[in-house]
Every structure is written in structure tokens, then in C-alpha cells.
């Protein structure tokens, strides 16, 4: 059964980086790893020009799945789901785990990177609806301190640990 967990943080905070990250340490142990990235426009410059956004926009298709070579892309329309669980039910349930990237508001467990040049506090609050979605905060904020575990950049184990967490606390999908 897949599992589904979130990654979020501030603007620039390196969302992407710890997802890549925890990506390769699942894929180390042998996981099958999908990610799903939250966008506002999902790939703009391969819809607006070329054949597939001819057949995309111009002939009005549901779906097109470009293939080239090892890579394929999915360009899809229509009265789709846009919460995350769906998404990765929709597209994705053949994973043992998706990693979310965004979809703050989400009910899903979260990972939060915060880095302290991207804002002045992280996004967690122990007051916060959903607080109890969190499940570690990894930091580069010597000082940061949080009821919920907090993982520095320094530690040399820290991404051993969040991976062991996240694989953990996931939320099962089912079908």
C-alpha cells in the first residue's frame, strides 16, 4: 500500500532539496518512490507551444502523454481532483511513497524545511489547525525549538532519522 507524506516551508526555504533528498534515501532502501509538486501552471513553456499544446489546446484532447526515450509527461484536463491524496490516487498509487511537495493546507503528515534566510519563523505553530500533522522540522536555526522533533542540517544522521520518521508516520493511501 502506498503512503503519502508532505514537504512544505517557506519560499526558498529548499523544499526541493530535502525532497530530493528523502527521495534518494527511500530509493537507497529499496522503496519505489512518486513525487507530486504543487505549481500554479504545471509546465507552461510545453502547453503553449509546440505539438503538444496543439494537441493539448488546439484539439481539445483530455490527456496527452509525451514520451521520449525513459521520460514520459502527462498533460491532463478536466474535472480532476486537486487535493494531493487524490492526485496520488489518480496518478500515482503504484508508489510506496509519494512525496508532496506543497499543499500546505492539506491533511497529510508534513516534513517542514526552514531555513532562517527564507523568513523569520517557520510555518509551524503548535497553535495552528493541523499542528498535529507535523512531524519534524529540519533547520538550519541553532536556537529553533518546537514540541515536535527538530532536526538540524549539522547532524550528521538527520536525514537517516527524517526517513525513518516520514516512512513512519506516512498516511496510508488507499485505492
Known sequence: MARIISIVG????????????????????GRRVMMLKQAEQPNPAEVSGGETGRYFVEGKSERVLVAG????????RG??????EAL???YLLDADIVLVEGF??????KIEVYRREAG???????????????LALVTDDEKLQAPIP???FRDTMWLHLLA??????AKPLTG
Request: hydrophobic letters at 45%.
Open 79 to 84: 474535472a480532476a481532483p486537486s487535493d494531493p
Open 150 to 152: 527538530v532536526l538540524r
Open 164 to 169: 525513518s520518521l516520514a516512512w513512519d508516520r
Open 104 to 109: 500546505p493546507a492539506a491533511a497529510l503528515p
Open 120 to 134: 523569520a519563523a517557520p510555518v509551524y505553530r503548535s497553535d495552528l489547525p493541523g499542528a498535529a500533522d507535523w
Open 88 to 90: 496520488a490516487r489518480r
Open 69 to 76: 526515450g525513459t521520460t514520459r509527461t502527462i498533460f491532463d
Open 10 to 29: 517557506l519560499k526558498n526555504a529548499g523544499k526541493t532539496t530535502l525532497a530530493v533528498a528523502l527521495s534518494s534515501e527511500f530509493v537507497r532502501k
